[in-house]
């Protein structure tokens, strides 16, 4: 019985320890997010690149987590919930890496247009946008944490409002090209910013999903709501294009 207790307390250390790093990742990545917005709105260089050195950090973090995991899942042998929250937390943690790629990308943006300046108008809708998903992220990060389904689930349902968001946005862009010819150039860097946002917020719904499983012990039922998005998919290949020929994603 001494042994079988002091093997639990070991794995529930673990857990908590576990659970700090993902936060803290979380956390490092909420940042990123934040800086690559503010430094899109000032055309603050320094700012940008301050964002995709950060980037280091949060690979740092997620490899630590990884490790830690697959040792706990090796010489701990966990099994149902326990099981699940340290699948979950590789998940979770494997979202915020390409969180940080994706504000990473935000910050490459800034330094390829630091010659260039925007409509206040547009910054605008991308501040909106960033804003919902900080927001959207915060709460799945609070319902990991406080291992809350509700939450989580709020954080699914709510990814068909940034959806929305950032189709108006891309109406918006395509208007101001049409109107100016010479705005064209910012207008599509914008539209990359909007769109890896808009993926940000795919992987906080990721994130909702991994926690909802880790309580709950199933995924999700029912279809993800989506708004009306696909019609504008094809940014996709130009932006996997764009990567190609060396242009920042």
């Known amino acids: ?3 079988s207790d002091h093997t639990t307390r070991v794995f529930d250390y673990d857990l908590i ?3 700090q790093l993902v936060a803290r990742m979380g956390g490092l990545a909420q940042k990123q997010i934040i800086d690559a917005i503010d430094a899109l709105a000032k055309h603050d260089v320094d700012l940008a690149r301050e964002v995709i050195l950060a980037d280091a950090s949060v690979d740092d973090l997620q ?3 990884e490790e830690r995991a697959i040792e706990t899942i090796a010489l701990r042998q966990p099994m149902a919930i326990d099981l699940r929250a340290l699948v979950a937390m590789l998940r979770i943690a494997n979202d ?8 990473k990308n935000i910050g490459k943006r800034v330094i390829a247009t630091s010659g260039e300046h925007s409509q206040r108008t547009l910054m605008s809708g991308l501040r909106h946008m960033a804003t919902l998903v900080l927001s959207q992220l915060t709460v799945v990060l609070d319902s990991f944490v406080d291992r809350n389904p509700d939450k989580a689930l709020k954080v699914w349902y709510g990814d068909k409002e940034v959806d929305a968001l950032y189709v108006s946005l891309f109406r918006e862009l395509l208007t101001y090209t049409m109107e100016d010819p010479g705005s064209i150039s910012m207008c599509i860097h914008h539209l990359f910013c909007a769109k890896n946002i808009e993926r940000i917020g795919d992987h906080a719904t990721n994130i909702a999903e991994a926690v909802h499983y880790m309580v709950e012990g199933h995924e999700i039922t029912g279809q993800r709501p989506k708004g009306e998005i696909s019609i504008y998919e094809k940014i996709e290949t130009t932006e996997k294009t764009d990567a190609a020929s060396g242009v920042p994603a």
């Open 1 to 3: 019985m001494i042994v």
């Open 17 to 19: 320890k576990l659970t």
């Open 63 to 65: 490899r630590q987590i």
């Open 96 to 103: 915020l890496e390409r969180i940080g790629d994706l504000a």
